[in-house]
């Protein structure tokens, strides 16, 4: 099964404030922040379709998120997942005394993971604190 390896970045967006006002526990929370932007560059080396699932890993953790077309861009070597509880599970927890995590640069591997779901919010935190 095809690999890649990126950095990955994090950051606010516009929809993950908007799915946050209805609430986390949402689907609409998880639509928004359960996602990892890719460029077209990096879908023809994974071998995978837009809207596939795919599993990132880190030397921090695992998650799976669904893969969606960038939104800037081009950036090759680069992936996107908004801040939340499925940047978290991947990034350096160390917040070196700031009270937030590293969200920039995360070197991550990224394969497809088309049968497996992409956990809500409560569920992947559950799962993360056990």
């Known amino acids: ?14 929809d993950q404030g908007v799915s946050m006002e209805n ?6 929370y998880r639509n928004a922040c359960g996602i990892i932007e890719l460029d077209d560059v990096e879908f023809k080396k994974l071998g995978a379709y837009r809207n596939t699932n795919v599993r990132v890993t880190s030397e921090y953790g695992s998650v799976i998120v669904k893969a969606i077309q960038a939104t800037q861009g081009p950036h090759p070597g680069l992936g996107w997942i908004p801040m939340g509880p499925w940047a978290n599970a991947v990034v350096d927890p160390n917040t070196y005394s700031t009270g937030m995590p590293t969200f920039k640069g995360t070197p991550v591997k990224v394969e497809a993971a088309a049968d497996e779901p992409v956990l809500d919010a409560i569920a992947l935190i559950t799962q993360e604190c056990l």
């Open 1 to 14: 099964m095809p690999e890649i390896e990126i950095n990955l970045i994090s950051g606010r967006t516009i």
């Open 23 to 28: 609430g986390k526990e949402k689907l609409a």
